[in-house]
């Protein structure tokens, strides 16, 4: 928890960007019947039965300091989902930066493996020298991706959404809000 909290305290720099990474599963649900409109003084009245439509993974890596926060929506979460993503952070994101600080937790598709697995050598290797890999351990809960996260699905994707694409329109909405 000491070593996350000290780089909390490190002041911006943006050769050395401090970045948050986290993921979550949304489950992908179909309403069977139509829920009764909401009068007043009540809420909608929605039925327990429904029907999965799947599960899509959201990637989010975010820069409290910049003010910044990105987000990826694929259909799995997979090793090859977490590489693309680590790879699109330095090399779309934080293209010029010398050393990035990843605070992320230290889930089983978090290791250097997922980058030589889905890529050539060399080109895992020059990823993962990019980075300084800092893992929350028992506390993810220090994680701020992992807290906007949590507001995100809170805000606005609290109900049952049966489709990528509305996912995709509604976390656009919510990150330009």
């Not at 949304?26 to 009245?45: S, V, W, Y």
Request: hydrophobic content about 35%; overall charge positive.
């Amino acid at each position: 928890m000491e070593s996350v909290l000290d780089v909390y305290k490190t002041p911006y720099d943006k050769k050395n960007p401090v970045v948050r990474m986290d993921e979550s599963p949304k489950q992908l649900i179909k309403q069977t019947r139509i829920p009764i409109a909401r009068k007043p003084g009540q809420d909608t009245k929605e039925d327990y039965e429904y029907s999965r439509k799947g599960v899509v993974n959201i990637f989010m890596a975010n820069e409290p300091l910049k003010g910044k926060r990105y987000i990826r929506i694929k259909s799995s979460k997979t090793k090859k989902d977490w590489a693309y993503f680590v790879r699109y952070i330095a090399d779309q994101l934080y293209s010029r930066a010398e050393k990035i600080l990843l605070i992320m937790d230290n889930l089983n598709t978090h290791k250097p493996s997922a980058l030589y697995e889905t890529f050539p050598p060399q080109e895992a290797k020059r990823i993962w020298d990019r980075f300084e890999f800092i893992y929350t351990q028992h506390g993810s809960w220090l994680n701020m991706a992992e807290i906007e996260l949590n507001v995100l699905m809170g805000q606005c994707l609290n109900r049952r959404i049966d489709n990528m694409a509305t996912i995709r329109h509604e976390v656009k909405a919510w990150q330009q809000s």
